[in-house]
């Protein structure tokens, strides 16, 4: 049963497929502790040795979640894809 048309499971496909690629790519960025990220991972610490703790810890959650949200996109990829399928199938018959 086909929940959106072929054009709107197209255009589905291709924001998610750029979303997964963006994401992994930011995720592995930020693995590698990226100075370009570094503004934003508001860290407050007072001394040099929590402040590098802090970092790597704040580093590995952001790239956590790039990871999580790129895993989120690959399912929409799927299920876009899977509309488009049966948009066609059902153009088809």
């Known amino acids: 049963?086909?929940?959106?048309?072929?054009?709107?499971?197209?255009?589905?496909?291709v924001l998610s497929a750029w979303g997964?690629?963006?994401l992994l790519l930011l995720g592995i960025f930020l693995r590698m502790n990226s100075v370009a990220f570094a503004e934003d991972l508001e860290i407050h610490a007072k001394t040099r040795s929590e402040y590098l703790?802090?970092?790597n810890r704040k580093y590995r959650a952001a790239s956590?979640?790039?990871?999580?949200?790129?895993?989120?996109?690959?399912v929409t990829?799927?299920?876009?894809f899977h509309?488009?399928?049966?948009?066609?199938?059902?153009r088809n018959t």
Not at 4 to 13: D, N
Not at 64 to 74: R, S, T, V
Not at 77 to 80: E, F, G, K, R, T
Not at 83 to 90: D, E, G, H, V
Request: net charge positive; charged share 10%.
């Open 1 to 13: 049963m086909p929940i959106c048309g072929k054009k709107s499971a197209v255009m589905c496909s």
């Open 20 to 22: 997964v690629i963006m």
């Open 53 to 55: 703790i802090e970092i």
């Open 64 to 74: 956590l979640n790039c990871w999580i949200a790129a895993g989120l996109y690959g």
């Open 77 to 80: 990829l799927i299920v876009s």
């Open 83 to 90: 509309q488009y399928c049966l948009n066609q199938k059902a």
